[in-house]
């Protein structure tokens, strides 16, 4: 399977590199500081339709395919890989409410969604969960036309900054493991709702956080689906964000390679620049190889979801070589900066910590390969 950009997309990639450059990078350093994503460019960002294009036009998107939603995650990884998981988590949570939600709960949330108006977290894993996504013991009581919702989320990104979360809650007994789990819209400023921020080695500008919810009423209708079905719900939506996620932090490292590529031209060494030394060429070479190829599997699955093709297996994939990639290059990039790229003053630093986190986040290495082997066992046996 073969793809090329459509002159759309490319028109797409190219406002959304201009923008990201000329608007967000300069100050990628600056919100690691700040520990927060500005929600003026988060608007911004929003009014130039780069928030969940996917999404039907109905709901404030464009109806976009896939491969549209990547070029933006990746041009805008570019400039901050923190900025660019928001396309992310819209993409991940505007998938579940467009598809599952009530038409006036999608209505009333995907539209300023999309317009950069609310942010959404998603809110699965617990303290004892982790890669155990379906061990959830946060319960939602049923009680008349409403659900009272008790227990602890942990390490939810951007959940102090949310509007709303999409809360995974256990509505059936332990035993029905992920058939006993359903999905809620559950709003932050809700009375009972509190959240306590974790401190990290990066990704500081997203954000890491718990979630306690101390008896929070919420109406069934900000029930997504039927009860019991929430699990099956965020794990279809994992298949796009994982590729988006691949996309995300290759951008960075390409940051960081471009800066590489300049800095062994100008640099001077040995009477003439660093650059005609293969002991520093090569390594970039390596990295940029790697990155070419890590990206077109990321956009081969996402041309596989346009067409409507099973990529469970490539999303893993992505979500496992993606990731690796980025932090081997970005470490390499900085080396080669050599004392340079040592400073806190220089964005590699930054970027090696934020990338890194996403190793974790959304599926750590091991479980995208035991994805990918259950996904090729099945194909094995036919």
């Known amino acids: ?56 036009e109905e709901f404030g998107g464009l109806g976009a395919p896939s491969v549209t939603t990547g070029v933006i995650a990746e041009a805008i990884g570019y400039a901050d890989v ?12 505007g998938k579940i409410l467009a598809t599952h939600a009530s038409k006036d709960i999608a209505h009333e949330w995907l539209p300023r969604l999309t317009a950069g108006e609310a942010v959404l977290c998603i809110a699965l894993t617990e303290p004892r969960g982790g890669s155990d996504a379906a061990n959830l013991s946060l319960s939602a009581r049923r009680d008349g036309d409403r659900y009272i919702l008790k227990g602890e989320k942990s390490s939810i990104s951007m959940a102090d900054q949310a509007d709303a979360a999409v809360v995974f809650a256990r509505t059936g007994r332990p035993e029905d493991g992920a058939r ?17 921020r974790f401190t990290d080695l990066g990704s500081k500008a997203i954000g890491r956080s718990s979630i306690f919810y101390d008896d929070v009423v919420v109406p069934a209708a900000n029930r997504i689906a039927d009860e019991g079905a929430g699990f099956v719900q965020v794990m279809q939506g994992f298949d796009f964000s ?14 960081s390679l471009d800066e590489s590529w300049a800095y062994v031209q100008e640099r001077q060494a040995f009477g003439g620049p660093l650059s005609k030394n293969q002991g520093v060429t090569f390594p970039l070479s390596e990295a940029e190889t790697a990155v070419a190829a890590a990206r077109q599997l990321c956009y081969y699955t996402l041309g596989l979801r346009d067409a409507g093709r099973p990529h469970t297996a490539e999303a893993a994939m992505c979500k496992y070589l993606a990731p690796k990639t980025a932090v081997d290059v970005i470490h390499q990039c900085l080396l ?25 986040g959304d599926g750590t290495a091991q479980i995208m390969k035991l994805i990918i082997a259950r996904e090729k066992l099945a194909a094995a046996r036919g």
């Open 1 to 56: 399977m073969t793809f090329q950009l459509t002159e759309e997309q490319l028109q797409f990639r190219d406002m959304a590199t201009r923008f990201a450059r000329e608007k967000i990078a300069p100050s990628y350093q600056k919100r690691e500081v700040e520990a927060k994503i500005d929600r003026a460019l988060i608007r911004e960002i929003g009014q130039l339709g780069l928030i969940a294009p996917e999404l039907p």
């Open 82 to 93: 923190n900025v660019a998981y928001l396309q992310i988590l819209s993409s991940l949570n």
């Open 180 to 196: 006993g789990v359903s999905a809620f819209l559950v709003p932050m400023n809700t009375p009972g709702v509190s959240t306590l």
């Open 242 to 255: 994982r590729a988006l996620i691949g996309l995300q932090v290759l951008g960075s490292a390409q940051a």
């Open 336 to 360: 080669t900066h050599g004392h340079y790229g040592w400073s806190l003053d220089m964005p590699h630093q930054q970027r090696l910590r934020d990338v890194m986190g996403l190793e974790i």
